[in-house]
């Protein structure tokens, strides 16, 4: 019997475990699995971007630290373990201002930056990485699937697992279009995500940064919600490598510019960062993001995980959208996942 396909859409938290996953729960060699992402690396929005002028200094635009929440500290400590044992996560132990804690929250931060949780997830497994390949069509041929992708090239797998923001599904074309059946489309219609920019600021070797925090939450800012000092946050002294200093706005402010030019968003943010920290020295590089799906705010009505839209082949969407939006999220829509494969299989 061949080997068969897999598919994996996005290189997310939710994309990575999934393929991770997968390696772990089928005997070897059962599935070749693939991981398509329309973006230049992984990590999703646990995105972290590098200085272009030292690829040392780094910054994380998306997510920021991570959070074990109490209700899933037994059912997902493996993984926690596991990312603890191999340096991924460390606790979080630098000064966060305005951090409200949750009894019995733990919090970890990444020194790697937050994409090394999902670099970790696709070493593990063992799965054939493609960057810039972004999925626009998806075909039933013959019992596979067809998938198109912008560039023109298509390939067949005899699964595939989308774990890109529910918008960008319901804007996939082809016969998946018809495939998704009303009460299904209505579920993913209901999702919706908070909107927000995100600024990194990247300074060249011995630049001071002189604050009594790592990051701290704003509350009287029409712009801004967040500043992170990168290097303190992650309990990294700058020597040879540039401090870098990351700055989240709020999200009415992303809503209300979201069609902005990003130029122009990006002189509103520096200017309400100035009266903020008007000490803050000049950066050499800034690298402007836009977060059209920053956060669920409300995710898929009753749906444990993920949501089967056809069994055999099976075609199955999941991520946080399903669960909610952190990364014991992800873990859960995975495992989730990874059942319903199991089952189909």
């Known amino acids: 019997m061949a080997q068969a396909r897999a598919l994996v859409v996005g290189a997310g938290l939710s994309g990575s ?3 991770a996953l997968l390696r772990r729960a089928l005997p070897p060699g059962a599935l070749r699995v693939e991981l398509w992402d329309k973006a230049r690396g992984a990590g999703g929005r ?3 971007s590098r200085s272009p002028a030292d690829p040392r200094c780094t910054a994380d635009l998306g997510a920021q630290y991570i959070t074990l929440s109490p209700s899933y500290a037994q059912r997902h400590r493996s993984f926690y373990d596991d990312l603890l044992a191999h340096g991924v996560l460390k606790p979080l132990t630098a000064p966060i201002k305005g ?7 733990l919090n970890f931060m990444t020194p790697q930056g937050t994409s090394s ?3 970790h997830y696709l070493r593990e497994s063992g799965a054939d990485v493609f960057y810039e390949r972004h999925v626009t069509q998806i075909y039933l041929r013959d019992g596979k699937w067809e998938v198109c992708e912008k560039a023109g ?15 960008q599904i319901l804007q996939l074309q082809g016969d998946i279009v ?7 489309r209505q579920q993913l219609e209901s999702v919706s995500y908070s909107s927000r920019y995100a600024l990194g600021l990247f300074y060249e070797a011995g630049t001071q940064i002189d604050v009594p925090w790592a990051a701290q939450y704003i509350t009287n800012n029409p712009c801004i919600r967040f500043i992170s000092i990168d290097n303190k946050k992650r309990n990294i002294e700058p020597s040879e490598v540039g401090p870098s200093v990351v700055v989240h706005t709020s999200v009415p402010f992303g809503i209300e510019y979201l069609e902005w030019d990003r130029e122009k968003v990006q002189q509103l943010i520096l200017e309400q960062l100035e009266i903020v920290m008007p000490d803050l020295p000049k950066p050499i590089n800034i690298k402007c993001q836009k977060w059209r799906y920053s956060q669920v705010t409300t995710p898929v009505p009753s749906c444990p995980g993920q949501m089967t839209l056809h069994i055999s082949p099976s075609l199955i969407c999941g991520g946080d ?8 999220g992800c873990i859960e829509s995975a495992m989730c996942i990874v059942e319903a494969i199991k089952c189909n299989l």
């Open 117 to 119: 949780i999902a670099k």
């Open 321 to 328: 959208a399903f669960t909610h939006s952190n990364f014991d």
């Open 99 to 105: 951090m409200v804690m949750k009894e019995g929250a």
């Open 153 to 167: 090239s298509s390939e067949l797998f005899d699964i595939v697992i989308l774990t890109i923001p529910v918008p």
């Open 178 to 184: 018809s495939i998704i059946n009303g009460s299904q």
């Open 17 to 19: 475990l999934c393929a």
């Open 46 to 48: 646990a995105a972290t």
